[in-house]
């Protein structure tokens, strides 16, 4: 069994920062690709940002140059660091990972956090 657990949301002022980080525990093999998602109220949840296992990353347009994706994988984490913060950052974001969970590698699924707020107010 695997979970990812994420933390570092909250309120943040316009202009400010936060680091999220979503931790991978439970069995793990290998972890392929890592990202984040986040989803505004009443919208279908869109991908900002993605790292894979050679640490290569890509982003949402509208957030490239404010995010950084990255992952410690001795650790089996991934964070997302938020620069400049603005209103439209307001949303629930979940981590998302693409795991083998036995030493069969070719086989792996992908999980989920349960999400963390972020709201971006004055």
């Known amino acids: 069994q695997v979970q990812l657990v994420e933390s570092g949301g909250g309120l943040v002022q316009p202009g400010g920062s936060l680091r999220l980080s979503c931790a991978a525990s439970g069995t793990v093999f290998k972890i392929w690709t890592m990202g984040w998602y986040r989803q505004h109220p009443g919208k279908q949840r869109e991908l900002v940002a993605i790292i894979d296992s050679d640490h290569g990353t890509d982003y949402l347009d509208s957030v490239k140059g404010r995010f950084t994706i990255s992952r410690d994988d001795a650790k089996n984490t991934v964070y997302l660091q938020i620069n400049n913060l603005k209103s439209e950052d307001t949303a629930v974001y979940y981590c998302?990972?693409?795991?083998?969970?036995?030493?069969?590698?070719?086989?792996?699924?992908?999980?989920w956090g349960t999400g963390t707020q972020v709201t971006v107010s004055s």
């Open positions: 998302n990972a693409r795991i083998s969970n036995t030493i069969q590698l070719e086989r792996s699924y992908d999980y």
